[in-house]
């Protein structure tokens, strides 16, 4: 064998036995998932630290737990196979509750879903309502955008069946037809108002206060996020869901939302 294969030989072993150690579970530590490239939810820096909603969700449920969080940072897409290979114990990375990954893994309780709402004019007589009813009766016959493909669009055209609905296929279309006065309204997410509305093209423009969440519609919405964990592992779901119920309980999921979202993104605990 020649000294550049043996070095590939040891390199590769070498490599293989530090992957090995990385998936190997730990004594007092819970291993989780997360993507750390997701602003404000998952963030890591270059030395591997990890900050936002989710790293407060999870540092949450270790200390009621009483064991060390270990961050595993990765892809998104790759998490979830990544669990099922132990390279950690759970995931913690804004997962979205679906019946698709439902299929594959378990869930905890669901804490938390990304508020939606309708933007219009600050001088758009919608501006002031107080309840879906209203801004339902309001938008009849109106012009009404919203992201085509997204869970907002199936609750839009459910709830809204009224309005004259404008469908786009980005954020920016519909943002962008909305400060040119085409729309008199649009519905989305919580972050995407709280950047439109942070520049000059949304300086006209207000949030109607009447938040829509998940558990509004979840046929329509979805079920919010959990945290996610192999399947059958019942005794590590309990224990889960019932840190996850106290810092709802708590305020310790509203305190963390409010931080890095400036809103409420609770889901109540029901357990």
């Not at 106290?246 to 409010?258: F, I, Q």
């Amino acid at each position: 064998m020649s000294t550049i294969t043996k070095l590939r030989s040891v390199l590769a072993s070498g490599l293989f036995l530090a992957s090995a150690a990385a998936s190997q579970a730990e004594e007092g530590v819970l291993r989780i998932g997360t993507e750390g490239d997701a602003p404000l939810f998952s963030m890591a820096d270059a030395d591997g630290n990890v900050t936002g909603f989710d790293a407060d969700i999870a540092n949450g449920i270790c200390a009621e737990l009483k064991l060390k969080c270990k961050f595993v940072v990765q892809s998104f897409s790759t998490l979830v196979p990544s669990m099922d290979s132990d390279r950690f114990d759970v995931i913690i990375s804004g997962l979205g509750i679906t019946a698709e990954r439902q299929k594959k893994i378990d869930y905890s309780i669901p804490y938390a879903t990304t508020p939606l709402y309708f933007v219009v004019a600050k001088d758009s007589p919608i501006a002031g309502l107080k309840s879906l009813d209203e801004i339902v009766k309001a938008l009849d016959g109106k012009s009404l955008g919203v992201v085509t493909g997204t869970t907002y669009a199936r609750f839009i055209q459910k709830h809204v069946p009224g309005a004259d609905l404008k469908t786009y296929d980005a954020t920016t279309q519909q943002t962008a037809d909305l400060a040119a006065g085409r729309l008199d309204a649009a519905f989305g997410d919580n972050p995407t108002w709280a950047d439109f509305l942070a520049t000059p093209d949304g300086a006209g423009f207000t949030r109607v206060n009447v938040k829509i969440m998940a558990m509004d519609d979840p046929a329509s919405l979805g079920h919010g996020m959990g945290v996610g964990m192999r399947k059958g592992n019942a005794e590590l779901k309990a224990k889960l869901d019932a840190a996850l119920c106290k810092m709802v309980t708590e305020g310790k999921v509203k305190n963390a939302s409010l931080h890095w979202f400036k809103d409420d993104y609770t889901i109540p605990c029901t357990k």
